[in-house]
Structure formats: structure tokens, C-alpha cells
């Protein structure tokens, strides 16, 4: 296994591309299941988590080139089995996003249950509930769903009692290719799922409210989908992480490829703790953005949310930034119950953290030094990379299997920007 070996103190600068995002990639890898003919997916990031999902539609019977080492090819006309398998279920929650495409083309599929992760419960009943109102009959048995609905699905009005992200992208996978309209209210409105409906959209599905939480989709009575090629949008939580790099060691840096609309929420808080942005952008909405070294750097307050509001992808580095500012922060996270797993691990580094249920309040300036830590998942460890790059001494980050289910190239980049990061061999 890798760790990660991080001396800390080293100001940043210089400019990094951010990757594909693996939050839009996934639902979009998923969606190839609708197409009969093969789907070209440019910009995807090569990390731990896409190979996990190839893997999985290659259990089905897909054929997956890679062209390049961001471009797919995926022709799932040769998909013969419609069963997800624990084995690799077990490794990524966001499988349960076969199910939607798998029923609504095949009427029968098994997927199996996800299973509790680090940051909590995570059911997926509102999935399930809502394919029933299309018209499939559900079973849980064995730790499967086992899902049917021979005459295939049905457009229905389906109302989540809460947003759900990979619950709104499953249902408009399924929706795509039922009988009838499905009305979703609401729906996710994260720009994963805008883009998701943009290349349903382009492919010739008639999809009213994209963009907005009330989403009606008009299906193709089972008629499959021609898919257009199209470039996965750039990793907001990606770029939002190396902007609290940038912050946390109040360094100038420069970011290519991101989309200013999706970066608000993380770049207004970064200004209410005192740092500047610019922007440039091409026609083509792409921008490079620029952090500028803040004078003071003061104590804010943060609620999780759901898209436009803050992400809970992006409370763990936060908090580490937190740690950096001065006075009190306060960090209320709304949608999982157990997205503290960071705190003791800051707090080995040094951090005054102190918690009352699902708020965390972080006093700050703390001098961080360097130790041994344990990354718990994915945006978690991402916290200790960032707490490490301004801790005195040398801080050793384990398990970052976590770090790489989701960040492409995270030593180079970083390295590129200054820091001094190594990977190494844990001994055996
Ligand atoms: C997605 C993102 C994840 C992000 C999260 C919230 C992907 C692959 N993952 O996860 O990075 O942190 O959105 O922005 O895109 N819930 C239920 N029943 C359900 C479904 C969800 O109770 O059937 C609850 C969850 O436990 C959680 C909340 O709803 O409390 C939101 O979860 P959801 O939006 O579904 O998260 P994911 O789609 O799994």
C-alpha cells in the first residue's frame, strides 16, 4: 500500500489544469447502457473510482477502449448480463447507478446493495421507490436487488422527499427509454445532472427543465439512443480543493478549465475569508481562475447543501482551511451524518476543533505539526493533504487509496505548484 510523505511550510504558486470531473463521469459512463452505438466520452479523469465502473460494465458484457488515457470508447451493444456484482459494487457506492439504465433497456436486472461506507447509512430507497412508481417490481434478496418490469417502465410523476443526486440521475436514466413522460420534482439540480440531461438531450430526447428542480422527461418507448461524443465538465470539487491549497498556504495560484457558475458557493466563501478571484473565460464558458494572497485570512460559517449551496464535498477542506483563519469558524453539515471522520486526525496535526452533534466549530490561527495520519475517505483525506502542506515538519498521510478513487495526477500537480510530496511503500 501507498502513503503519502508531505513537508510542510513550502509556499505554492504556478498554475495546474483541473481534470474531468469523476462525479459527472460516472453517471455518464452509466448512461452509455442507452446507447446503441458506441459513445465517446472525452475528459475523464483517470482515477481509481472510473476504473471500478469500467470494470463493472465490462462484467456486463460492454467493450470499453481506452483511446487515451482521458478518452473512452463504450459500445455496450454487447451487453448479455444484467447482474452488478457485490464484488464490485462493494468498492464504489455510485454502482447503483447501472440500475436505472440496466431496467429500463433489459425489464430484469439484479444490482447489488451498496452496503453502509465511512460517511454514513446511504440508503437507496428513494431509488427503489421511485422505479416502483414507473411500474418495476422490486425484491431485496440476498443483498440484491432484484428488479423487474417486463413490459418495461412507465412514465410517472415522481416526488423525492429529498434531493438525491445519483437518485435523480438513476430515475432520468430510466425515464429516458420508458413509455410515457416522467415529471421528477424536486430533482438535483448539481451541474453532474445538468449535464447529464444535456447530452440526453442532444442525442433527441425531448427533456423540459434541465437545470432547474422539476424535471419532465419524455421517454423513447424503448427505442435506444444515438450519443452524441462528449467531454465530461471540469471537477468542481477538484478545483475547489486546490484553491484551499492555495489558501491554506495563502499562495497565489492559477487554475485552467473550470466553469465559473459551478465554483460560487466555494468562491464567495474564500472571499468572506479575505482572498481574491479573477476569472478569464473563453466562449466556450471555460475559465482559468486565480486565487490572489489575502492580507488576513478571517473565521467563517458554513452550511452544507444541495446545489447552488455549499458542497458537502467540500467541508473536510474547509475545516482544514479553518484551522488557518483567524477567530471561530462554524461548520454545520446538513446531508451525512458521519462527514466528521477528519476531526481527530486534524487534531492529531494540531487543530482546535470542538463538536456538538452535526456542527463543528474550529478556533483558529493553530500552529499544525507534521505526524502520522489516516485518511478515511475520499474528501476526508484530501483535508489531511492540505492540513500536511502547511504543518511544520513532516506529516505522513496512510491508506490514500482513498485519495485516489477520486484525484487525478495529485502529486504532480501539487509538486508542480510547489509542495514537497512524495509517494511511498509502506513497509510490510
Ligand atoms: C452524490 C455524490 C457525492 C456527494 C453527494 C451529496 C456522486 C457519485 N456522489 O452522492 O460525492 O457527497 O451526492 O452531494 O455523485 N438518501 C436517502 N435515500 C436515498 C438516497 C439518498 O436517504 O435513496 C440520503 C443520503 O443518505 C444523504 C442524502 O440523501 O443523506 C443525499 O445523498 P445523495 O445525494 O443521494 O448522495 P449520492 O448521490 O450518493
Known amino acids: 500500500m501507498d502513503y503519502l510523505q508531505i513537508v510542510g511550510g513550502k509556499p505554492l504558486h504556478g498554475e495546474i489544469n483541473i481534470s474531468g470531473a469523476k462525479n459527472a463521469s460516472l453517471p455518464l459512463l452509466a448512461m452509455s447502457l442507452l446507447s446503441k452505438t458506441p459513445f465517446k466520452l472525452t475528459n475523464v479523469p483517470h482515477v481509481a473510482d472510473i476504473n471500478t465502473f469500467i470494470k463493472l460494465l465490462e462484467n456486463l458484457g460492454a467493450s470499453i477502449s481506452r483511446l487515451d488515457k482521458n478518452e473512452v470508447l463504450l459500445d455496450t451493444s454487447s451487453v448479455n448480463n444484467t447482474k452488478a456484482v457485490y464484488d464490485i459494487v462493494r468498492k464504489m457506492r455510485a454502482s447503483i447507478l447501472v440500475l436505472g ?103 433527441g430526447l425531448e427533456i423540459e427543465g434541465i437545470g432547474t428542480d422539476e424535471i419532465s422527461i419524455t421517454g423513447s418507448e424503448g427505442s435506444l439512443l444515438s450519443l452524441k461524443e462528449s467531454a465530461v465538465i471540469p471537477d468542481r470539487i477538484e478545483a475547489g480543493t486546490y484553491l484551499c491549497a492555495g489558501a491554506i498556504t495563502n499562495s497565489p495560484i492559477t487554475l485552467h478549465n473550470v466553469i465559473e457558475s459551478h465554483m460560487e458557493a466555494i468562491t464567495v466563501k474564500l472571499q468572506e475569508i479575505g482572498f481574491d478571484i479573477n476569472y478569464s473565460c473563453d466562449d466556450d464558458r471555460v475559465c482559468t481562475m486565480k486565487l490572489l494572497k489575502a492580507k488576513n485570512m478571517k473565521a467563517f460559517n458554513i452550511t452544507t447543501s444541495e446545489f447552488p449551496g455549499f458542497p458537502t464535498d467540500m467541508q473536510a477542506q474547509f475545516m482544514a482551511l479553518a484551522t488557518q483563519c483567524e477567530g471561530t469558524s462554524v461548520i454545520r453539515e446538513t446531508l451525512f451524518e458521519n462527514r466528521f471522520m477528519h476531526v481527530n486526525e486534524l487534531q492529531r496535526l494540531g487543530a482546535n476543533i470542538s463538536m456538538n452533534g452535526n456542527v463543528a466549530q474550529v478556533t483558529g490561527k493553530t500552529p499544525l505539526f507534521g505526524t502520522d495520519v489516516m485518511a478515511t475517505d475520499l474528501r476526508a483525506s484530501s483535508a489531511l493533504v492540505l492540513s500536511a502542506l502547511v504543518a511544520k515538519g513532516t506529516s505522513d498521510i496512510h491508506r490514500i487509496y482513498h485519495l485516489d478513487r477520486g484525484y487525478e495526477d495529485l502529486e504532480s500537480k501539487l509538486r508542480s505548484l510547489g509542495a514537497d510530496i512524495k509517494r511511498l511503500k509502506e513497509q510490510a
Open 101 to 203: 439504465p440496466l431496467l429500463s433497456r433489459f425489464h430484469h436486472c439484479e444490482v447489488s446493495l451498496p452496503g453502509g461506507c465511512a460517511i454514513g447509512a446511504r440508503p437507496v430507497d428513494m431509488h427503489l421507490k421511485a422505479l416502483s412508481a414507473m411500474g418495476a417490481e422490486i425484491d431485496i434478496k440476498s443483498g440484491y436487488i432484484l428488479a423487474k418490469a417486463p413490459h418495461g417502465l412507465k412514465g410517472a410523476v415522481i416526488v423525492f422527499d429529498k434531493k438525491t443526486v445519483t437518485g435523480s440521475e438513476n430515475i432520468i436514466m430510466a425515464a429516458a427509454l420508458a413509455h410515457g413522460k416522467t415529471k421528477i420534482v424536486n430533482a438535483c439540480k448539481e451541474p453532474e445532472v445538468v449535464q447529464l440531461c444535456q447530452i440526453l438531450s442532444d442525442a
